[in-house]
Protein backbone atom coordinates (compact mmCIF):
# COMPACT_ATOMS: atom_id res chain seq x y z
CA UNK A 1 0.00 0.00 0.00
CA UNK A 2 1.43 3.51 -0.74
CA UNK A 3 1.77 5.80 2.29
CA UNK A 4 -0.99 8.53 0.22
CA UNK A 5 -3.63 5.76 0.62
CA UNK A 6 -3.46 4.56 3.82
CA UNK A 7 -3.55 8.42 5.01
CA UNK A 8 -6.70 8.43 3.27
CA UNK A 9 -7.89 5.76 5.07
CA UNK A 10 -7.50 7.37 8.07
CA UNK A 11 -8.76 10.42 6.70
CA UNK A 12 -12.23 8.81 6.27
CA UNK A 13 -11.95 6.61 9.30
CA UNK A 14 -11.15 9.97 11.45
CA UNK A 15 -14.09 11.52 9.93
CA UNK A 16 -16.31 8.82 11.84
CA UNK A 17 -14.65 7.99 14.99
CA UNK A 18 -14.48 11.32 16.66
CA UNK A 19 -10.64 11.82 16.27
CA UNK A 20 -10.69 14.49 13.59
CA UNK A 21 -10.81 18.19 14.39
CA UNK A 22 -12.88 20.53 12.12
CA UNK A 23 -11.18 19.74 8.81
CA UNK A 24 -12.03 16.02 9.43
CA UNK A 25 -8.13 15.26 8.84
CA UNK A 26 -6.75 12.42 11.05
CA UNK A 27 -5.41 13.05 14.29
CA UNK A 28 -2.07 12.05 16.27
CA UNK A 29 -2.15 10.62 19.86
CA UNK A 30 -3.12 12.76 22.92
CA UNK A 31 -0.47 14.68 24.40
CA UNK A 32 -1.15 12.63 28.12
CA UNK A 33 0.34 9.04 25.83
CA UNK A 34 3.51 10.70 25.78
CA UNK A 35 3.76 11.30 29.82
CA UNK A 36 1.40 9.38 31.86
CA UNK A 37 3.43 6.49 34.00
CA UNK A 38 0.51 3.79 33.98
CA UNK A 39 0.92 3.63 29.85
CA UNK A 40 4.71 2.62 30.51
CA UNK A 41 4.39 -0.98 31.82
CA UNK A 42 1.25 -1.66 29.61
CA UNK A 43 3.17 -0.41 26.60
CA UNK A 44 5.98 -2.95 27.57
CA UNK A 45 3.25 -5.45 28.16
CA UNK A 46 0.93 -4.95 25.13
CA UNK A 47 3.70 -3.80 22.29
CA UNK A 48 6.93 -3.97 23.16
CA UNK A 49 7.52 -7.71 24.79
CA UNK A 50 5.01 -9.02 22.01
CA UNK A 51 7.44 -7.84 19.25
CA UNK A 52 10.97 -8.50 16.72
CA UNK A 53 13.38 -6.99 18.83
CA UNK A 54 17.07 -6.47 16.96
CA UNK A 55 20.12 -7.28 18.88
CA UNK A 56 23.37 -6.95 16.42
CA UNK A 57 24.66 -8.87 13.51
CA UNK A 58 26.20 -12.46 13.42
CA UNK A 59 29.51 -11.43 12.26
CA UNK A 60 29.42 -9.37 15.71
CA UNK A 61 29.87 -12.51 17.43
CA UNK A 62 32.36 -14.75 15.40
CA UNK A 63 33.58 -16.96 18.48
CA UNK A 64 32.84 -19.36 20.65
CA UNK A 65 31.47 -18.00 23.37
CA UNK A 66 31.11 -14.24 22.00
CA UNK A 67 27.93 -12.26 23.39
CA UNK A 68 25.39 -9.43 22.81
CA UNK A 69 23.22 -7.87 24.79
CA UNK A 70 19.84 -5.87 24.85
CA UNK A 71 18.04 -4.52 27.45
CA UNK A 72 13.89 -4.72 26.83
CA UNK A 73 12.23 -2.26 29.42
CA UNK A 74 13.10 -4.59 32.79
CA UNK A 75 14.57 -7.78 30.84
CA UNK A 76 17.80 -7.80 29.98
CA UNK A 77 18.48 -10.25 27.15
CA UNK A 78 21.74 -12.17 25.95
CA UNK A 79 22.65 -14.04 22.81
CA UNK A 80 25.64 -16.28 22.66
CA UNK A 81 27.24 -18.02 20.11
CA UNK A 82 28.42 -21.90 20.55
CA UNK A 83 31.19 -23.99 19.88
CA UNK A 84 29.54 -25.42 16.82
CA UNK A 85 28.89 -22.20 15.40
CA UNK A 86 25.12 -21.26 16.63
CA UNK A 87 23.36 -18.57 18.17
CA UNK A 88 21.39 -18.76 21.28
CA UNK A 89 19.04 -16.49 23.14
CA UNK A 90 18.53 -16.25 26.85
CA UNK A 91 17.11 -14.62 29.67
CA UNK A 92 20.52 -12.84 31.13
CA UNK A 93 19.38 -14.32 34.35
CA UNK A 94 20.79 -16.64 37.09
CA UNK A 95 17.92 -19.32 37.86
CA UNK A 96 19.69 -19.56 41.06
CA UNK A 97 19.50 -15.85 42.96
CA UNK A 98 18.60 -14.08 39.50
CA UNK A 99 22.15 -12.25 39.45
CA UNK A 100 23.16 -10.75 35.76
CA UNK A 101 25.54 -13.37 33.98
CA UNK A 102 27.18 -11.43 31.27
CA UNK A 103 27.52 -7.75 31.72
CA UNK A 104 27.93 -5.41 29.50
CA UNK A 105 27.10 -4.48 25.73
CA UNK A 106 29.27 -7.76 24.12
CA UNK A 107 32.31 -9.84 25.43
CA UNK A 108 33.24 -13.10 25.40
CA UNK A 109 31.99 -15.54 28.16
CA UNK A 110 34.55 -18.52 27.56
CA UNK A 111 33.11 -21.78 27.22
CA UNK A 112 30.37 -21.67 29.71
CA UNK A 113 28.19 -18.70 30.84
CA UNK A 114 29.18 -18.24 34.40
CA UNK A 115 27.57 -16.54 37.42
CA UNK A 116 29.70 -13.77 39.12
CA UNK A 117 27.64 -14.48 42.67
CA UNK A 118 27.48 -18.01 43.16
CA UNK A 119 29.20 -19.71 40.19
CA UNK A 120 26.32 -21.33 38.53
CA UNK A 121 27.71 -22.80 35.11
CA UNK A 122 25.70 -23.21 32.17
CA UNK A 123 26.57 -23.90 28.43
CA UNK A 124 25.60 -21.88 25.84
CA UNK A 125 22.73 -23.40 24.58
CA UNK A 126 21.08 -22.41 28.17
CA UNK A 127 21.79 -26.08 29.98
CA UNK A 128 22.74 -25.75 33.69
CA UNK A 129 26.44 -27.74 33.62
CA UNK A 130 27.44 -27.18 37.08
CA UNK A 131 26.75 -25.56 40.35
CA UNK A 132 29.54 -25.21 43.39
CA UNK A 133 28.67 -27.64 45.85
CA UNK A 134 26.49 -29.50 43.98
CA UNK A 135 25.43 -31.94 47.28
CA UNK A 136 23.75 -28.90 49.30
CA UNK A 137 21.14 -29.27 46.67
CA UNK A 138 19.73 -32.37 47.76
CA UNK A 139 17.52 -34.05 44.94
CA UNK A 140 18.19 -31.01 42.19
CA UNK A 141 17.09 -32.04 38.79
CA UNK A 142 19.61 -29.66 36.47
CA UNK A 143 17.15 -30.08 33.71
CA UNK A 144 14.67 -28.31 35.44
CA UNK A 145 16.99 -24.91 35.98
CA UNK A 146 18.14 -24.37 32.19
CA UNK A 147 18.47 -20.69 31.05
CA UNK A 148 15.16 -18.97 30.67
CA UNK A 149 14.74 -19.66 26.23
CA UNK A 150 13.89 -15.89 24.28
CA UNK A 151 12.89 -16.56 20.95
CA UNK A 152 15.49 -15.94 18.33
CA UNK A 153 15.53 -15.40 14.40
CA UNK A 154 18.30 -14.34 12.61
CA UNK A 155 17.45 -12.93 8.72
CA UNK A 156 20.09 -11.82 6.15
CA UNK A 157 22.46 -12.00 8.93
CA UNK A 158 20.66 -9.12 11.56
CA UNK A 159 19.78 -11.20 14.84
CA UNK A 160 16.12 -10.87 16.10
CA UNK A 161 15.01 -11.40 19.54
CA UNK A 162 11.27 -11.25 20.80
CA UNK A 163 10.39 -12.21 24.82
CA UNK A 164 6.59 -12.39 23.54
CA UNK A 165 6.86 -13.95 19.95
CA UNK A 166 4.04 -12.02 17.39
CA UNK A 167 2.35 -15.08 15.66
CA UNK A 168 4.37 -13.33 12.15
CA UNK A 169 8.56 -13.77 11.80
CA UNK A 170 10.82 -11.77 10.65
CA UNK A 171 11.91 -14.03 7.68
CA UNK A 172 8.25 -13.37 6.62
CA UNK A 173 7.83 -9.52 7.47
CA UNK A 174 10.95 -8.78 5.22
CA UNK A 175 9.86 -11.34 2.79
CA UNK A 176 8.79 -8.74 0.17
CA UNK A 177 11.90 -6.72 0.41
CA UNK A 178 14.52 -9.51 0.07
CA UNK A 179 15.08 -8.96 -3.39
CA UNK A 180 15.65 -5.26 -3.62
CA UNK A 181 18.08 -5.64 -0.30
CA UNK A 182 20.10 -8.26 -1.92
CA UNK A 183 22.57 -6.42 -4.11
CA UNK A 184 23.57 -4.61 -0.26
CA UNK A 185 25.06 -8.47 0.99
CA UNK A 186 23.83 -7.37 4.47
CA UNK A 187 24.74 -10.80 5.87
CA UNK A 188 28.33 -10.33 4.96
CA UNK A 189 28.78 -7.42 6.43
CA UNK A 190 31.03 -6.96 10.18
CA UNK A 191 30.64 -4.07 12.18
CA UNK A 192 32.09 -0.88 11.37
CA UNK A 193 31.15 1.12 14.25
CA UNK A 194 31.26 0.14 17.77
CA UNK A 195 27.81 -0.12 19.71
CA UNK A 196 26.28 2.89 21.17
CA UNK A 197 23.55 3.51 23.61
CA UNK A 198 22.31 6.93 24.76
CA UNK A 199 19.42 7.73 27.07
CA UNK A 200 17.70 10.04 25.90
CA UNK A 201 15.15 12.26 28.49
CA UNK A 202 11.54 11.57 25.88
CA UNK A 203 9.50 9.24 25.66
CA UNK A 204 9.87 6.66 23.07
CA UNK A 205 7.12 7.57 21.12
CA UNK A 206 8.37 11.01 20.22
CA UNK A 207 11.47 9.04 18.92
CA UNK A 208 9.58 7.09 16.62
CA UNK A 209 7.16 9.92 15.11
CA UNK A 210 10.01 11.70 14.36
CA UNK A 211 11.99 8.68 12.97
CA UNK A 212 8.76 7.60 10.67
CA UNK A 213 8.26 11.21 8.85
CA UNK A 214 10.55 13.42 6.62
CA UNK A 215 7.91 16.67 6.70
CA UNK A 216 10.39 18.14 8.56
CA UNK A 217 13.53 17.58 6.37
CA UNK A 218 13.83 20.56 4.84
CA UNK A 219 13.19 22.83 7.98
CA UNK A 220 15.22 20.06 10.77
CA UNK A 221 17.59 18.82 8.65
CA UNK A 222 19.27 21.15 6.02
CA UNK A 223 21.92 18.85 5.08
CA UNK A 224 19.94 16.44 4.17
CA UNK A 225 17.55 18.67 2.39
CA UNK A 226 20.71 19.90 0.53
CA UNK A 227 22.07 16.05 -0.48
CA UNK A 228 18.37 14.77 -0.83
CA UNK A 229 14.93 14.84 -2.27
CA UNK A 230 12.91 13.97 0.77
CA UNK A 231 10.79 10.25 0.30
CA UNK A 232 7.45 11.82 0.72
CA UNK A 233 5.97 9.75 -2.25
CA UNK A 234 8.93 7.29 -2.18
CA UNK A 235 7.31 5.24 0.96
CA UNK A 236 5.49 1.78 0.96
CA UNK A 237 3.50 0.53 3.87
CA UNK A 238 3.47 -3.15 4.31
CA UNK A 239 2.14 -5.96 6.73
CA UNK A 240 2.61 -5.69 10.17
CA UNK A 241 4.11 -2.92 10.39
CA UNK A 242 6.93 -2.57 8.21
CA UNK A 243 7.72 0.52 6.38
CA UNK A 244 10.32 1.66 3.19
CA UNK A 245 11.35 4.73 1.84
CA UNK A 246 13.76 5.98 -0.55
CA UNK A 247 15.58 9.30 -0.69
CA UNK A 248 17.82 9.86 -3.68
CA UNK A 249 20.42 12.31 -4.40
CA UNK A 250 19.44 15.81 -6.17
CA UNK A 251 20.98 16.53 -9.68
CA UNK A 252 22.98 19.78 -8.20
CA UNK A 253 25.38 18.94 -5.84
CA UNK A 254 25.31 20.34 -1.83
CA UNK A 255 26.63 23.37 -1.62
CA UNK A 256 28.55 22.14 1.84
CA UNK A 257 32.17 20.36 1.16
CA UNK A 258 32.43 17.53 3.13
CA UNK A 259 28.41 16.53 1.47
CA UNK A 260 29.56 17.46 -1.54
CA UNK A 261 32.58 14.65 -1.63
CA UNK A 262 30.38 12.41 -0.42
CA UNK A 263 28.06 13.09 -3.04
CA UNK A 264 30.86 12.98 -5.84
CA UNK A 265 32.51 10.06 -4.91
CA UNK A 266 29.88 7.03 -3.00
CA UNK A 267 29.02 6.91 -7.15
CA UNK A 268 32.35 5.85 -7.79
CA UNK A 269 33.32 3.52 -5.49
CA UNK A 270 30.23 1.84 -4.26
CA UNK A 271 30.70 -0.41 -6.76
CA UNK A 272 28.83 -3.32 -5.88
CA UNK A 273 25.42 -1.13 -6.73
CA UNK A 274 23.34 0.14 -9.38
CA UNK A 275 23.80 3.99 -10.82
CA UNK A 276 20.31 4.05 -8.72
CA UNK A 277 21.30 2.54 -5.63
CA UNK A 278 25.00 4.04 -5.34
CA UNK A 279 22.46 7.82 -5.41
CA UNK A 280 19.93 6.49 -2.87
CA UNK A 281 19.68 6.02 1.03
CA UNK A 282 16.93 3.46 1.45
CA UNK A 283 14.97 4.15 5.09
CA UNK A 284 13.01 0.56 6.70
CA UNK A 285 10.89 1.34 9.89
CA UNK A 286 9.97 -1.79 11.63
CA UNK A 287 7.36 -0.91 14.32
CA UNK A 288 7.18 -0.52 17.14
CA UNK A 289 10.73 0.89 17.72
CA UNK A 290 13.35 0.88 15.36
CA UNK A 291 14.67 1.33 12.23
CA UNK A 292 17.37 0.21 9.48
CA UNK A 293 18.83 3.01 7.41
CA UNK A 294 20.89 1.55 3.82
CA UNK A 295 23.68 3.24 2.61
CA UNK A 296 25.30 2.50 -0.61
CA UNK A 297 28.72 2.14 1.82
CA UNK A 298 27.27 0.38 5.02
CA UNK A 299 24.11 0.07 7.21
CA UNK A 300 22.79 1.26 10.57
CA UNK A 301 20.19 0.30 13.00
CA UNK A 302 18.31 2.36 15.42
CA UNK A 303 16.36 1.18 18.29
CA UNK A 304 14.48 3.49 20.42
CA UNK A 305 13.45 1.22 23.65
CA UNK A 306 11.40 2.75 26.47
CA UNK A 307 12.39 3.07 29.86
CA UNK A 308 10.10 4.83 31.53
CA UNK A 309 7.34 7.11 30.93
CA UNK A 310 9.75 10.20 29.87
CA UNK A 311 13.40 8.17 29.14
CA UNK A 312 14.33 5.98 26.13
CA UNK A 313 17.94 4.19 25.15
CA UNK A 314 18.70 4.69 21.90
CA UNK A 315 20.83 1.86 20.31
CA UNK A 316 22.98 2.42 17.48
CA UNK A 317 25.78 0.46 15.22
CA UNK A 318 26.75 0.54 11.47
CA UNK A 319 27.98 -2.83 9.36
CA UNK A 320 29.59 -2.77 6.05
CA UNK A 321 30.88 -4.71 3.72
CA UNK A 322 34.82 -5.65 4.64
CA UNK A 323 36.47 -3.07 2.40
CA UNK A 324 40.00 -1.64 3.09
CA UNK A 325 40.35 1.07 0.61
CA UNK A 326 40.92 4.35 2.26
CA UNK A 327 38.52 6.08 -0.08
CA UNK A 328 35.82 3.54 1.52
CA UNK A 329 36.84 4.35 4.86
CA UNK A 330 36.66 8.12 4.02
CA UNK A 331 33.14 7.80 2.88
CA UNK A 332 31.73 5.83 6.01
CA UNK A 333 33.54 8.48 7.89
CA UNK A 334 31.66 10.93 6.12
CA UNK A 335 28.43 9.54 6.05
CA UNK A 336 28.48 8.98 9.85
CA UNK A 337 29.32 12.23 10.28
CA UNK A 338 26.35 13.63 8.15
CA UNK A 339 23.85 10.78 10.28
CA UNK A 340 25.63 12.03 13.69
CA UNK A 341 24.06 15.36 12.42
CA UNK A 342 21.22 14.58 11.44
CA UNK A 343 20.62 12.66 14.69
CA UNK A 344 21.61 15.92 16.77
CA UNK A 345 19.02 17.87 15.18
CA UNK A 346 16.17 14.81 15.86
CA UNK A 347 17.67 15.22 19.73
CA UNK A 348 17.08 18.92 19.92
CA UNK A 349 13.40 18.65 17.83
CA UNK A 350 12.39 15.53 20.20
CA UNK A 351 13.19 17.32 23.18
CA UNK A 352 11.36 20.71 22.20
CA UNK A 353 7.96 18.56 21.09
CA UNK A 354 8.14 16.80 24.62
CA UNK A 355 8.58 19.91 26.70
CA UNK A 356 5.25 21.06 25.61
CA UNK A 357 3.40 17.26 26.33
CA UNK A 358 2.35 19.05 29.57
CA UNK A 359 1.11 21.95 27.65
CA UNK A 360 -2.87 23.13 29.10
CA UNK A 361 -3.40 24.09 25.94
CA UNK A 362 -1.99 21.84 23.64
CA UNK A 363 -4.14 19.33 21.36
CA UNK A 364 -2.87 17.18 18.44
CA UNK A 365 -3.18 19.38 15.27
CA UNK A 366 -3.95 17.22 11.72
CA UNK A 367 -1.35 15.07 9.99
CA UNK A 368 -0.63 15.63 6.00
CA UNK A 369 -0.37 12.94 3.82
CA UNK A 370 3.49 12.84 4.02
CA UNK A 371 3.52 11.66 7.38
CA UNK A 372 1.06 8.67 6.75
CA UNK A 373 3.87 6.38 8.42
CA UNK A 374 3.40 8.34 11.88
CA UNK A 375 -0.57 7.50 11.33
CA UNK A 376 0.09 3.95 10.87
CA UNK A 377 1.90 3.49 13.92
CA UNK A 378 -0.92 5.61 16.01
CA UNK A 379 -3.59 3.47 14.08
CA UNK A 380 -1.33 0.53 15.48
CA UNK A 381 -1.37 1.51 18.87
CA UNK A 382 -4.64 2.44 19.44
CA UNK A 383 -5.77 -1.16 18.26
CA UNK A 384 -3.39 -2.85 21.02
CA UNK A 385 -4.09 0.16 23.77
CA UNK A 386 -7.69 1.45 22.86
CA UNK A 387 -7.37 4.14 25.93
CA UNK A 388 -5.28 6.23 23.45
CA UNK A 389 -8.61 6.92 21.12
CA UNK A 390 -9.67 9.15 24.27
CA UNK A 391 -8.09 12.76 24.34
CA UNK A 392 -8.43 12.71 27.88
CA UNK A 393 -6.89 10.66 30.54
CA UNK A 394 -8.95 7.87 31.34
CA UNK A 395 -10.66 7.63 34.67
CA UNK A 396 -8.81 4.13 35.54
CA UNK A 397 -5.53 5.74 34.68
CA UNK A 398 -6.03 9.03 36.83
Not at 86 to 115: F, M, P, T
Not at 150 to 159: A, P
Not at 176 to 194: G, K, T
Request: with cysteine; hydrophobic share 35%; net charge negative.
Amino acid sequence: MRATDHWLNASLAASHSGQSGIDNLPRGLPPWAYNHPDLFEIELERIIRPSWQIVGHVNAIPKTGDYLTVTIGPDSIMVVRDKQGKIHAHHNICRHRGARLVQGESGNCGASVVCPYHGWAYDHSGSLRALPVSESFPEIDRSHYGLYPVSLEIVMGLIFVAIKPPDYSVTELWRPMMEMLAPYRIEEMVPSSELLEMPWEINWKIAMDNYLESYHVPVGHPGLFRMFIPDYEQQDLLENGLNMGVAYFRDELSSNLAERIYQTNIVKYATHLSETDRRSWRFISMLPNMGIDIYPEQLDFFQILPSGPRSTLGRWQNFGLPDERPEMKTLRYLSTRISAQVQAEDDFLCAIVQENMKSSVYQPGPISRIESCVIQFHDRLRDLIPELKSNQVPKHFA
